[in-house]
C-alpha cells in the first residue's frame, strides 16, 4: 500500500460526516452488504441545497475515506450539483487510489446519487417532507 | 480518539509473512559477500572455502528437521521448493499410459495451488480436499480420494494463515499405503514448532529460512533418499543436479546458521510466544464483542491468531493498526492487493463478509508482554471506531 497523500489518512482516520440521519429526506446505498464494501448515504435538503449528509460504510480504507471526501464534496451543494459530483473528483479530494482501489469512490458517487434520486422520487410523489 | 499523535510505537506481529534476520545471522553470511567470494564448484581454495560453507549449512539445516545432509536441496525459497517437489515428482513419476493423479487441500499456501491449477493445464488431475470448520485436512478424506494413477499428496504442515496444523503423520500413512509420494509444505512449521522428517513422514518437505531469522531468497526441499524426483530447472550440475545454478553461499550460510540456533531455543521460544498468542486472545474475547478465533479448537503453532471482527474490513483494521505501529495483516501477505477473501478462511466454512473481517497476528521471539499489553489496548478501540462506522449493525 502506498498512500503518500495526507489527505486519505486525514479522511480515513478521522472521517467527517460519519452517521445516519433520523428521518432523512433521501436515502441511498451502494456496493452489496453480503459480499464486500456496503456504503449508506442519508440527507436532508434545505431550499434546493444538501443542507445535511451523513455516511455508515463498512469497507476497506479507500472506501472509507473516499466516503468521508464525497460528504465534504457534497455538503451545502444544489441537487444538481450533487448529481454532478464524479467518482474522479471524489478520488481528487483524497489524493488519488491506487489502481485496485480507484473502484472505491464509485460507491460515493453512487450512493449520492441515489440519495437524490430518492429524494425526488418522494417529492415526485407528493409525499409530505418531514 | 487522537491517535494519530501516539508516534513511536513500531510492533512487529507480521512473522509469518517474514523475520528479519538475526544478528548471529547476518554475520555468519558477511565473509561470503567478499572476502570469502568463491564459486563452490570451484576446484581451487576460494571454492573450497564456499563448498565449506554450504555443507556446514547443509548439515545444520538437516540437524533441525532430523534429515541427513544427503537429503537437503538448497533452493531460493519456498515457493520453488514447492514448485520443485510437485513439478519434480509428477515429471520423474507420470507414465503416458494414463493421466497422473495429484491430492492436495484447498488451504494450501498459493506456491502449491497454482502450481497445481498449472499441472491441470499439463494434462494432470487434481483433487483439492476440503476442510473442516477448524481448518483441518482429513486422513481419511486423503484416502477416500487416492486412485490407483495417484503419484503424488502435497498437503502443508501447518496453515499460514490460522496456524492450524495439519495430520501428516497419518496423511503419511495413506501414502505409504498406496505408494504414493508425499509432499510436506513445511515453511510455516519449520523453526516455529518441534519438525522431523521421520515423525512427518515427508518423502519431500519445503521449508524457507526468512520466516524463522533467516535471511530471504534462500531456502529447502528436503527430498527423501529414493525419492524420485526430476529437475525442474536446467543448467549446471548444482545440488546433485536438482538445482542448477551457482549456490547463493552467503544465504545458504545465513539459513544454516538461523537453524542452528532454532535447534538451540525452539523451546524457550516456543512457550514465550505460545504464553503471549494466548494473552492476546484471551483479552480479545475479553474486550470485543462479536470476535471470533479461527481455528481456535485445533491444533496449532504457537504464534499464530486469526481474527474476526465482524462488521467491520480486516484492510481496514490493519491499516488504521499500522498507523498506531502495529504491522500485522488481513487475509495472507501474498493476497493483499486482491479483493478476495482468504480461500482458507472460505474453505472453513467462514461467511465471506466475516473472512472479510479477519486480521493475523504472527507473533516472534522478540515480542514482548508491553506490546501485547499495548496491542490489546489498541485494537478494542480500533474495532469499536471502525464499527462505529458500519451500517451493519449488530446480526451476524
Known sequence: MEFVDGRFFDHFMDPRNVGRIEDPDGTGAAGDPSCGDWLLVTIRVERGKIGEIRFLCRGCSSAIATSSAMTELAAGK?????????ASEIEGAVGGLPEEKKHCSLLGEEALKNAVADYLARREKGRPGP | MN???????RVYFDHNATTGARREVVEAMLPYFSRRFGNASSLHLFGQEARNAVERARSQVASLIGAEPGEIIFTSGGTESDNLAIRGVVAAKRTPARRPHVITSSIEHPAVIRTCRAL???????????????GAVSAEEVEAAVRPETLLISVMLANNETGVIQPS?????????????FHVDAVQGAGKIPVDAGAVGADLMSISAHKFYGPKGI???????????EAVLTGGHQESGLRAGTENVPAIAGFGEACRISADRLGAEMAHIARLRDRIERGILAAIPDVGINGAGAERVPNTCNV???RVEGEALTLYLSVLGFALSSGSACATGETDPSHVLIAMGLDPVDAQGSIRISLGAENTD?????FLDALPRVAARLREMSPIRGKC
Open chain 2, 219 to 229: 531456502g529447502a526441499l528436503y527430498i527423501r533418499r529414493g525419492t524420485g524426483i
Open chain 2, 3 to 9: 491517535d494519530r499523535d501516539e508516534k513511536g510505537t
Open chain 2, 370 to 374: 508491553e506490546e501485547v499489553d499495548a
Open chain 2, 169 to 181: 503423520a497419518a496423511i503419511a500413512g495413506v501414502a505409504r499405503r498406496g505408494g504414493i509420494a
Open chain 1, 78 to 86: 444544489s441537487l444538481e450539483e450533487a448529481l454532478a459530483i464524479t
Open chain 2, 308 to 310: 474476526t471482527v465482524r
Open chain 2, 120 to 134: 491441470e493445464k499439463e494434462g494432470v488431475d487434481v483433487t483439492f480436499l476440503p476442510v473442516n470448520s477448524l
